[in-house]
Protein backbone atom coordinates (compact mmCIF):
# COMPACT_ATOMS: atom_id res chain seq x y z
CA UNK A 1 0.00 0.00 0.00
CA UNK A 2 1.42 3.55 -0.66
CA UNK A 3 0.68 6.55 0.70
CA UNK A 4 -1.87 9.08 -0.89
CA UNK A 5 0.08 12.01 0.84
CA UNK A 6 3.88 10.90 -0.15
CA UNK A 7 3.71 7.65 -2.27
CA UNK A 8 5.26 6.19 0.61
CA UNK A 9 5.54 3.07 2.41
CA UNK A 10 2.31 2.42 4.15
CA UNK A 11 2.99 -0.79 7.21
CA UNK A 12 0.12 -1.96 9.44
CA UNK A 13 1.18 -0.61 12.88
CA UNK A 14 -0.43 -0.70 16.44
CA UNK A 15 -2.17 2.51 18.32
CA UNK A 16 -3.60 2.58 21.32
CA UNK A 17 -7.09 4.43 21.83
CA UNK A 18 -7.09 6.51 24.64
CA UNK A 19 -10.27 8.26 24.80
CA UNK A 20 -12.15 5.02 23.62
CA UNK A 21 -15.45 4.39 25.27
CA UNK A 22 -14.35 1.33 27.35
CA UNK A 23 -11.64 2.69 28.63
CA UNK A 24 -7.91 2.19 26.66
CA UNK A 25 -8.27 0.17 23.20
CA UNK A 26 -5.41 -1.30 21.20
CA UNK A 27 -6.00 -0.39 16.80
CA UNK A 28 -4.19 -1.17 14.14
CA UNK A 29 -4.32 1.25 11.30
CA UNK A 30 -1.63 1.77 8.47
CA UNK A 31 0.82 4.81 8.87
CA UNK A 32 3.47 6.20 6.39
CA UNK A 33 6.99 5.45 7.39
CA UNK A 34 7.80 8.27 5.60
CA UNK A 35 5.28 11.31 6.24
CA UNK A 36 3.71 9.27 9.30
CA UNK A 37 0.25 10.03 7.97
CA UNK A 38 -2.06 7.22 9.48
CA UNK A 39 -5.00 6.05 7.63
CA UNK A 40 -7.55 5.03 9.98
CA UNK A 41 -11.20 4.36 8.96
CA UNK A 42 -12.39 7.17 11.57
CA UNK A 43 -10.18 9.94 10.94
CA UNK A 44 -10.94 9.30 7.25
CA UNK A 45 -14.63 9.58 7.71
CA UNK A 46 -13.88 12.73 9.27
CA UNK A 47 -11.59 14.62 6.71
CA UNK A 48 -14.21 13.59 3.66
CA UNK A 49 -17.74 14.47 6.06
CA UNK A 50 -19.01 17.79 4.76
CA UNK A 51 -17.80 21.04 6.30
CA UNK A 52 -20.77 22.66 8.68
CA UNK A 53 -21.20 26.39 7.61
CA UNK A 54 -20.34 28.73 10.52
CA UNK A 55 -22.50 31.67 11.56
CA UNK A 56 -20.62 35.16 11.34
CA UNK A 57 -22.12 38.32 12.51
CA UNK A 58 -22.00 41.16 9.06
CA UNK A 59 -20.57 43.46 11.81
CA UNK A 60 -17.71 43.29 13.92
CA UNK A 61 -19.78 44.46 17.32
CA UNK A 62 -20.70 41.91 19.38
CA UNK A 63 -24.65 40.42 19.34
CA UNK A 64 -26.28 40.52 22.85
CA UNK A 65 -29.44 38.53 22.71
CA UNK A 66 -30.33 39.87 26.27
CA UNK A 67 -30.32 43.44 28.04
CA UNK A 68 -27.27 42.06 30.02
CA UNK A 69 -24.08 44.08 28.90
CA UNK A 70 -20.69 41.86 29.45
CA UNK A 71 -17.90 44.41 30.01
CA UNK A 72 -14.08 43.26 29.70
CA UNK A 73 -11.20 45.20 30.51
CA UNK A 74 -12.03 48.43 29.34
CA UNK A 75 -15.05 48.93 32.20
CA UNK A 76 -11.94 48.94 35.03
CA UNK A 77 -11.61 52.59 36.55
CA UNK A 78 -8.92 53.85 38.22
CA UNK A 79 -9.55 56.46 40.93
CA UNK A 80 -6.85 59.54 40.89
CA UNK A 81 -4.00 59.56 43.68
Avoid at 4 to 24: N, P, T, W
Avoid at 30 to 44: K, M, T
Wanted: hydrophobic residues 35%.
Amino acid sequence: MTCSRCRGLMVEDQFLDLQGGFGQMWTTSWRCVNCGRIHDSVIEQHRNAPQEKALVLSCGEPDYWDEEIHLGAESIIRQAA
